[in-house]
């Protein structure tokens, strides 16, 4: 089994702030890492696949970078619409697995 | 444009099993490989299993196994997950999830999500 490890669980950050979430492997899982945004009672959206591929009709705002075993998501200029829960997510081996979570509140 | 709708919120007691669906529609269901993740209450997103088209198997994350069935009816483009021997910490909102072969097998297309609720 992978684990994951994922920092900060909490983040509290204005809007215009650039905010950094990292997620650490246990073992190397080349560039097979994903990266979610949820909301309140919503499915997850999809913002970052293979790493560091921005998915179709996210803003360029959010960035992912990494490979192996240390990935970072990267939002550059926080909007108030981005104030959720991210998660990361490694398929590289299965059981495939996700991160405990980063909640981006208000300050 | 792949669209995965899942059936209504249950309610069962300890010990019951539940069976969740989960209807294809823009793709057929032999084309996708498909996934449960389910959230408890609060809590963060759990990887329960999925298919495998390397081995053309479905493959069950240990905490599940033994107890976990994940099924296809291809006639209907229908996958299904049933859990048996239901206890309160499986209250849990249920999601299958799938790739539509653009994002190199990350989840970009979700179901609604059904609320499974365990209590006595």
């Known amino acids: 089994v992978i684990w994951m490890t994922q920092s900060p669980s909490l983040l509290s950050a204005s809007t215009g702030d650039r905010v950094t979430i990292s997620c650490r492997m246990s073992?190397?899982?080349?560039?097979?890492l994903a990266w979610y945004q949820q909301k309140p009672g919503k499915a997850p959206e999809l913002l970052i696949y293979a790493a560091s591929t921005l998915q179709s009709g996210v803003p360029s705002r959010f960035s992912g970078s990494g490979s192996g075993t240390d990935f970072t998501l990267t939002i550059s200029c926080l909007q108030s619409e981005d104030f959720a829960t991210y998660y990361c997510?490694?398929?590289?081996?299965?059981?495939?697995?996700f991160g405990q979570g980063t909640k981006v509140e208000i300050k | 444009q792949v669209q995965l709708v899942q059936s209504g919120a249950e309610v069962k007691k300890p010990g019951a099993s539940v069976k969740v669906s989960c209807k294809v529609s823009g793709y057929t269901l032999t084309e996708l490989s498909m996934h449960w993740v389910r959230q408890a209450p609060g809590k963060g997103l759990e990887w329960m299993g999925g298919f495998d088209p390397e081995d053309g198997e479905t493959i069950y994350a240990q905490k599940f196994q033994g107890r976990v069935t994940m099924t296809e009816d291809t006639s209907t483009d229908t996958a299904y997950m049933e859990l048996s021997s239901l206890r309160s910490e499986d209250t849990a909102v249920y999601y299958c999830?799938?790739?539509?072969?653009?994002?190199?097998?990350?989840?970009?297309?979700w179901g609604q999500g059904t609320m499974v609720t365990v209590s006595s």
């Open positions: 997510q490694q398929y590289y081996s299965f059981p495939w697995t």
């Open positions: 073992q190397g899982i080349s560039s097979y």
């Open positions: 999830a799938t790739d539509s072969k653009a994002t190199l097998d990350a989840f970009d297309i």
